[in-house]
Structures are given as C-alpha cells and as structure tokens.
C-alpha cells in the first residue's frame, strides 16, 4: 500500500495483512481508489463495491412542558435511557402495514448537545433576543424522543468516485447517491405516529416534530444520526458482496474490511455494538485460521 507522510513524501509499505478500518465511507472510498473489488454499477447491477449503501431513518418528536415540569437535561447518562423495542425490526407483524424494518423508539438523557440540544416551540425566531427568551424558557422543561429507524438497501442508493471532484492529492472524492423510498416514508410515518402517542400521553403543552412526507426527498440540511452502513457488504456470493463472511475482500485475501461498510442494511439498532462484535468475529478468523494459513478462507 502507499501513503503521503507529513512532509507530503509518497511511502511505499509492504504488508502481508491490510485491515482497513477507517470507517465506513472511508472504507469504500480507500477499496475504490484502490482497486480492491469490481466498482458497483447501478444499471448493470454488477460489481460490489458502493452497493448496498444505507443509512438510518430517524424522527424525533420534543414535547415541552410548563415550568412546574422540570425535565433537567444537562445531566443525564446514556445508560439511564428508556426504549420501547415492540416496533423494531420483526417484534410485530407488519402485515397490514405495507413496510418492513422499524425502530426502538427512545428517550435518552445524555446532556443535550450545544445549539441541537436547545430546541423551541413551533415560531420562535431563529436568533435574537426572543430567541434566547425561548430557549431559557424551555430549556429544562422539555423531553426529546428519538426513533432511530432500519433502512434497507436499494438498487439506486450507492457510492462511487466522484466524476468531478478531487481532493488536495488529485484523487477523485467519494459520491454519494441516495434518496428516501415508499418504504422509508410509510415506516417512519407509522414508528412517529406510535411514538407521538407516547408524547401524548406524558401531557405536555406542546409537541413539535413530524414524520417524512409522501414524496420527501433526502435532506443534508436535516440531521438524519450518522449511522452509514453498506458499500463493502459481507455475503455469500462473490458477485453481489465485496466480503465474505469473514470480513476478507474476496477479490484481494490479505485485505479484511471490519466497519458497517460490511452491513447489508441499515438495522434498527445503532451500529457500533454489531461493528465490534463482526470486527471480534473477524479477528478470530485472522488468528485461528489466516495467520496459520494465508489465503482465502471462503472457496469462491
Ligand atoms: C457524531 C456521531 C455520533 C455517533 N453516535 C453513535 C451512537 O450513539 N451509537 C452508535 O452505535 N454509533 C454511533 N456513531 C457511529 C460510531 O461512531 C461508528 O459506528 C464507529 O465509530 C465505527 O467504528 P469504526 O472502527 O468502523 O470507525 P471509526 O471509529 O471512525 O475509526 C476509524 C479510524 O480510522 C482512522 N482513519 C481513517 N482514515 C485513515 C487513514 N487514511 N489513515 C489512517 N487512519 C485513518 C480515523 O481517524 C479513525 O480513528 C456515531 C458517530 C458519529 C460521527
């Protein structure tokens, strides 16, 4: 492999192993600009590299209170949240639905984030004074609610190089193609309608907060989490994954790809437990099988 140093010198380094970890779009992006498997093409269908990119889809509802309700949401710890996990995944029966997937459903304290972590009623002002007036008003009379929804893969959502931009070294940047889905509006109008009873019945004075619209397209300008999952995905079949079921490039043996790049789809549950237990997984592979005998360790 090769890579510029600090003084911008180009270094060659030999490897008998390569573990690409640097994180899921990096991933993708490091095994296209290489060369490590055939590049997806959307209207072929064919190659695997970029395919079966998903994401998360989220909705969130904030339910403020009046100031005898004191919510107190700069403190908090991560493990003192509470979810509902009756809509995720296959914990119902979707039939008269018309999706798959679902979320937990959750409220988790953690000590709110500057600016994302001060939300206002429906018509505050942007900025400004009545705009501090709101945020001091509600600030420790509110509850967000989260529903980190699963999303699954589409023949149209994919990465790939970037025809027109480059980076500072002339490589081309990663592209991201992607838009929401009939599935994904119809299961996050159905996980919000759930979640907003809940608001419901906590009795607030005000709900804010709605799910995706028939024909709502995806927005950048809209925090969506930042759980991206696909591009380099684990399989069976050499012709529609990048990776094995050890996580090793079955087009180059001695490169193993741990990250949500190897997810099929997006889950329900936010990623990083499952990328540690794969990354484990593969590691065990490496060293009770690789090390002993470098090469493929699924036969094409
Ligand atoms: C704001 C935010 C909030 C998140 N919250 C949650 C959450 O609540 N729950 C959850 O499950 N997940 C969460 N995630 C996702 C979580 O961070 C990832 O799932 C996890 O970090 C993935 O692990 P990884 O080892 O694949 O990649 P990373 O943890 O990103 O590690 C990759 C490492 O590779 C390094 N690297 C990249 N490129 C190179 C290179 N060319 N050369 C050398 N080093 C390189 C990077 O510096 C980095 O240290 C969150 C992510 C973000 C950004």
Not at 12 to 28: G, K, T, Y
Not at 54 to 66: E, L, P, R, V
Not at 186 to 193: G, I, T, V
Request: hydrophobic share 35%; no cysteine; charged share 15%.
């Amino acid at each position: 492999m090769t890579y510029v140093d600090a003084q911008g010198r180009q270094v060659e380094q030999p490897a008998d192993l390569v573990i690409l970890s640097a994180f899921q779009f990096h991933n993708v992006h490091l095994m296209l600009l290489s060369g490590i498997g055939k590049p997806y093409n959307p209207i072929t269908n064919e190659g695997v590299v970029g395919r079966n990119f998903a994401y998360q889809n989220i909705s969130t509802i904030k339910a403020f209170f009046g100031k005898d309700v004191h919510t107190n949401n700069f403190i908090g710890a991560g493990g003192a949240g509470v979810g509902v996990d009756d809509f995720n995944a296959d914990n119902f029966d979707h039939g008269k639905y018309g999706f798959v997937g679902g979320s937990p459903f959750w409220v988790n304290q953690a000590g709110v984030k500057p600016i994302s972590g001060l939300p206002v009623p429906q018509g505050t002002p942007g900025w400004g004074s009545k705009w501090k007036a709101a945020v001091a008003d509600h600030y420790t009379h509110h509850v967000s609610m989260d529903a980190h929804g699963a999303h699954q893969s589409y023949r149209n959502n994919y990465l790939d190089l970037d025809p027109n931009y480059k980076d500072a070294y002339g490589q081309p940047l990663l592209r991201m193609t992607f838009d929401w889905q009939d599935n994904d509006i119809k299961m996050s109008q159905f996980m919000h309608h759930r979640m907003h009873k809940i608001a419901v019945a906590m009795n607030p004075k005000e709900i804010i907060g709605a799910p995706k619209t028939q024909g709502a397209h995806f927005d950048t300008t809209v925090y969506q989490t930042t759980h991206m999952n696909g591009g380099a995905i684990m399989g069976e079949d050499p012709q529609t994954s990048a990776l094995n079921r050890y996580l090793q490039s079955w087009d180059v043996p001695n490169v193993f790809v741990p990250g949500a790049s190897a997810f099929p789809q997006g889950l329900g549950y936010n990623p990083t437990g499952m990328v540690a237990a794969l990354t484990y997984w593969s590691a065990q592979a490496i060293r009770e099988q690789y090390l002993k005998n470098p090469g493929p360790l699924v036969q094409a």
